[in-house]
Nanobody, 115 residues
Framework: VQLVESGGGLVQPGGSLRLSCAAS????????MSWYRQTPGKERELVAL????????KYADSMKGRFTISRDNFKNTVALQMNNLKPEDTAVYYC?????????WGQGTQVTVSS
């Protein structure tokens, strides 16, 4: 199983970024996919989740209305569109796959929101 994130970087407050995760090595269309984030000294927290078929999504309260998770089961990718970014969104963002009851993680991509 391999999950490779991309799209992180430095953005000003109020700006947007789109993260992408390319998945391989498992049956992507059978896996629920999520994005998590983590800052130093804090536990990794769920940002957004999307069901295997893409019909159901869930967001952490602080991301509702600003972030959108989506997936393409033909391209084996999952994306996170992040709008109206705030300094407190600064974190390492991780792609997660839940497949056959096992969690798999990408290496993470840094998002920094700063002026």
């Amino acid at each position: 199983v391999q999950l490779v994130e991309s799209g992180g970087g430095l953005v000003q407050p109020g700006g947007s970024l789109r993260l992408s995760c390319a998945a391989s090595g498992f049956t992507f269309s059978s896996a629920a996919m999520s994005w998590y984030r983590q800052t130093p000294g804090k536990e990794r927290e769920l940002v957004a989740l999307i069901s295997s078929g893409g019909g159901s999504t869930k967001y952490a309260d602080s991301m509702k209305g600003r972030f959108t998770i989506s997936r393409d089961n033909f391209k084996n990718t999952v994306a996170l569109q992040m709008n109206n970014l705030k300094p407190e969104d600064t974190a390492v963002y991780y792609c997660n796959a839940l497949w056959r009851y096992i969690n798999y993680w990408g290496q993470g991509t840094q998002v920094t929101v700063s002026s």
